[in-house]
């Protein structure tokens, strides 16, 4: 089973496999919770505080790891700020109040190599086509914006890019501002000359979203 709840007194933890891009925050940050290995449950909830394993989760980049508090403390809630940011030769990590497809989360690694099969998912697969783009990319100008938070609508195109409304800053992976839009278009084929942004090559290279 790809998701399970594994549930502590003070606080729950549900983790998803077919989000996880193994960016092991988790077993390094809390290696008596995560217990990779492990015979018999692998999270033990029980061993940290609540409050250390709401941070985790927060710093869970892909929602693979979710929380539900059953104490007094806070529930997650969306970010002050929507971030995008670009992860050197991987996908695109989304920390926003997001509504993609109809669904509602705070986080999400989003491809942007062409090749997962868990579209519009990574799935780590960037790693296996040894995928190559930069997480570094020029600085745009742009203006503050007036707002830094709200919705941030994500719509994954049929054959082409996902297509983002909403006030979002742009970030490479070092956490300096590469743009502050509040629309753009994100290549997800892997082959813009332009990336984070999509230029069209998705349709000179016939690429496919259905997996």
Not at 2 to 15: L, P, W
Not at 17 to 37: E, K, S, W
Not at 197 to 202: A, E, L
Request: aromatic share 4%; with cysteine.
């Amino acid at each position: 089973m790809s998701k399970a709840r594994y549930k502590g007194q003070a606080i729950s933890i549900t983790f998803d496999g077919t989000r996880c891009i193994h960016a092991r925050r988790c077993v390094l940050g809390q290696p008596d919770v995560f217990q990779a290995n492990a015979k018999g449950p692998w999270i033990k909830p029980d061993n940290a505080s609540a409050e250390e394993l709401a941070a985790l989760a927060h710093n869970c980049p892909s929602g693979a790891i979710t929380y539900q508090r059953h104490d007094d403390g806070m529930q997650e809630s969306a970010p002050p700020v929507n971030t995008i940011r670009i992860i050197e030769n991987g996908p695109l990590a989304v920390h926003a109040e997001i509504d993609l497809g109809g669904t509602e989360e705070n986080r999400a690694t989003l491809c942007r190599c062409g090749a997962s099969k868990n579209k519009p998912y990574c799935d780590g697969s960037h790693h296996a086509i040894e995928f190559t783009a930069t997480g570094e990319p020029a600085t745009q100008e742009s203006d503050a914006l007036t707002e830094r938070n709200g919705p941030l609508a994500i719509n994954p195109m049929l054959d082409g890019p996902l297509l983002v409304n909403g006030n979002m800053e742009i970030i490479a992976g070092s956490g300096r501002n590469v743009n502050r839009v509040q629309k753009t278009a994100l290549c997800r084929c892997g082959a813009s000359e332009n990336k984070p942004y999509c230029d069209g090559t998705h349709a000179k290279i016939g690429f496919s979203t259905e997996s």
